[in-house]
């Protein structure tokens, strides 16, 4: 009877431990999982942040593409009124500045092209003018310089005003049918 008892008893060993074993298995295969589930997750965040950055950067040389492209007649005149008529500044300390009266505008004749170039929209939707990139160059040159004089006030009425005048009208000029319209 003690032998059966002893058998009764390493059997009961053996089953503890074997219950012990599939525990520790099912514990280390639970972990694998959860470690392999991990890692997974780490993987696709990782993609996830790749294809992401991947975006950003196309997005990114897309808008400079942009930037440098030569801009239409309407885009150049709007970047225009609101880069560099926003960059402008004038000083205010008197003391700094010139005195007498600016230039007398009384009698001064202006073209009225506005109609005309309506008419011809094969014109200003072509890209013939000065990129955003140039403009912002304009723009850097000009925003810490304020206009303290009849001369600043010429060199800022030049860089802004008169090269771009002069590129639109270099372009007028370049088309044949508009060279004749406005007689130039």
Known sequence: MEETIAELRRQLEEERQGRAEAQRREEEERQAREEAE???EEEKKAREEAE????????AREEAELRVQPNTLFRLLD????SLSQAIRVETDATLTTQGDATD???RLYPKLWRKLD??????????????????YVVTNIQNRPIYSQASL????????????????KALRDDEPLRYEFRI
């Open 105 to 107: 505008l009384v009698n």
């Open 38 to 40: 991990r890692r997974e």
């Open 79 to 82: 970047r225009c009124h609101t």
């Open 119 to 136: 008419r011809t929209g094969a014109f200003t939707s072509r890209p013939l003018f000065p990129s955003d990139t140039q403009i912002d």
């Open 154 to 169: 010429r060199n800022f009425e030049r860089d802004t005003v008169d090269n771009f005048v002069e590129k639109v009208i």
């Open 52 to 59: 992401r950055r991947e975006e950003e950067e196309k997005k």
